[in-house]
């Protein structure tokens, strides 16, 4: 980022750790460095400070230990939904036989189930991010990474969504990075939210999600629910405002 | 019935519709030569053409022919692999694309018709020259297309790409060049028509034979049936890859990125 020849750091004084185990979501306004933190846990940006340790080694570059799971699905539109799901490990030089025996079980967990042959413009854009998913978790990384995987999906897909990715979570235990600016989405997934501030973004705050799994739709019904909702409301807000503040973009509310 | 209307009866309505254009300007083209409304000696005829074709055939058309589809295919080749190659490498690299792509875009706007008399002067009138017509006609479109295809690539899936770790060679293999595939198509579809061009020209400016050389030499003894033969001999080899073309793009539709 640069404004006047000046360099703006996206991110500055940015601590926290990502538990094994543990669905971890990152929430902050629009704008506040969150695909950049992204990228830099990926391997894909370098920080220009500070450091990033995955079971205590700082990581150097991308790597086979990380997957990333994209905002919009990121698929090749030439290969057939099995050979996208397979794309990662062969990536990570499985050959195209083993990689299609070693992602089986998870195009079955994510529900693509006889969609294997068909071609991506052939699916509905929640399907696609379940190929996304299934070529992420089928590189059995030690984090996985989602840039608002939903983004461009409608509402109804969005929850049905957040509900298959609660539930797939659960059967796999996989530690997950969750990026999202959608306050009700972070409350129902996570055990951990980080919220961050506004740029340069820092960590305001962590907050425990103590709610019991499985969690369905019912759950965001539930006072315990409305609370934590509230709360994590109450903090981005806060950050808004400031954001608004600092870029003159109207009054504060 | 409005789906057997729309499926069966319309296509084969249309069909029917050109095939019917094609036959009125045939037999009108027989008939108005025939009632001296025109006069053959400019426009020849169709029944004119097949009998020049013939007399051309028993008389050494398939040298001129062999001839000339020696050098389409010779030049062609040559600039499907050079095309491709420097496409890709004035694509790939940065420092390559900021010498030669100034380069490249200049030449490619210069009408290298122009060229010939050089080229014939440096390589003589046998079938050299005429390749070297070929593949310069050829080259630039399909190494400008190859090399927006590797510009085109897709930064999601780049990152997606990285993101798992590939090193430049599986990104090349896996992404570059299934992406640029397309743009090739396109490169080829252009390549082929200038290419033709190269061919023609070559031979009718100096030549020993090919259907080009046949063209003019029969023009200038005012034979036109004879030139009318290797035009249609021509607008035919022209056509016939066109559709080759077509065929292959219809395969790799869905390539395109979403």
């Not at chain 1, 071609?119 to 978790?137: D, H, T």
């Not at chain 1, 461009?152 to 897909?157: C, F, H, K, R, T």
């Not at chain 2, 007399?55 to 001839?67: K, Q, Y």
């Not at chain 2, 897709?154 to 990104?171: I, M, W």
Request: aromatic content about 10%.
């Amino acid at each position: 980022m640069r404004r006047t020849g000046e360099r703006v750091p996206a991110l500055c004084d940015l601590n926290f750790s990502v538990e094994t185990g543990k669905f971890v979501c990152v929430v902050g306004t629009s704008g506040c460095g969150k695909t950049t933190l992204l990228n830099v846990i990926a391997g894909l940006q370098r920080p220009t400070d500070g450091e990033v340790l995955l079971d205590g080694v700082p990581i150097r570059g991308s790597g086979r230990d990380r997957a990333m799971v994209f905002q919009s699905a990121a698929l090749l539109p030439w290969r057939t939904v099995l050979r996208n799901a397979t794309y990662g490990l062969e990536i990570q030089h499985y050959s195209v036989r083993d990689a299609s025996r070693m992602v089986r079980p998870w195009i079955d967990l994510v529900g693509l189930n006889g969609f294997e042959q068909s071609y991506p413009r052939e699916l509905s854009g929640g399907m696609q991010q379940r190929v996304n998913l299934a070529r992420a978790l089928a590189t059995h990384p030690k984090l996985l990474l989602m840039d608002e995987p939903f983004a461009s999906l409608d509402g109804q897909m969005r929850e049905y969504m957040q509900g298959e990715i609660e539930r797939i979570w659960r059967q796999t235990r996989q530690t997950t990075l969750f990026v999202t600016h959608l306050i009700d989405e972070a409350v129902f997934l996570a055990d951990e939210i980080i919220v961050m501030t506004a740029r340069p973004g820092r960590t305001k705050s962590v907050m425990t999600v103590d709610l019991p799994r499985p969690r369905t739709v019912e759950v965001k019904k539930t006072p315990a629910f409305h609370v934590l909702e509230d709360q994590l409301r109450d903090l981005v807000a806060q950050e808004f405002r400031e954001m608004m503040l600092f870029t003159g973009n109207g009054a504060p509310a | 019935m409005r789906r057997f209307w729309a499926e069966k009866i319309v296509p084969c309505r249309d069909s029917l519709l050109a095939i019917t254009t094609g036959l009125v300007f045939i037999g009108l083209w027989e008939l108005l030569p025939a009632l001296g409304v025109i006069d053959p000696f400019y426009v020849s005829s169709p029944a004119r053409i097949v009998k020049a074709g013939q007399w051309l055939f028993a008389h050494g058309l398939w040298h001129d022919i062999w001839v000339s589809l020696g050098e389409f295919t010779l030049g062609m080749l040559l600039a499907i692999v050079l095309g491709v190659g420097v496409g890709f490498l004035v694509g790939w690299y940065r420092t390559l694309n900021v010498m030669f792509e100034p380069f490249i875009t200049l030449l490619n706007a210069t009408p290298r018709i122009a060229l010939l008399p050089l080229i014939i002067l440096w390589m003589g009138i046998g079938m050299q020259s005429k390749v070297a017509a070929v593949f310069l006609g050829a080259f630039f479109p399909i190494a400008i297309t190859v090399m927006k295809g590797v510009h085109n690539v897709d930064e999601t899936l780049l990152r997606c790409s990285h993101s798992f770790g590939a090193t430049d060679h599986q990104v090349i293999l896996t992404l570059v060049a299934p992406s640029s595939v397309p743009f090739l198509v396109a490169g080829l579809h252009i390549a082929v028509g200038r290419g033709l061009v190269g061919m023609v020209i070559g031979e009718m400016m100096a030549a020993q034979a090919g259907v080009g050389f046949m063209m003019s030499r029969s023009a200038s003894l005012f034979q036109t049936d004879k030139v009318f033969v290797g035009l249609i001999l021509l607008a035919g080899f022209g056509y016939f890859l066109t559709e080759v073309l077509k065929l292959f793009e219809k395969r790799i539709e869905g390539w395109r990125p979403l």
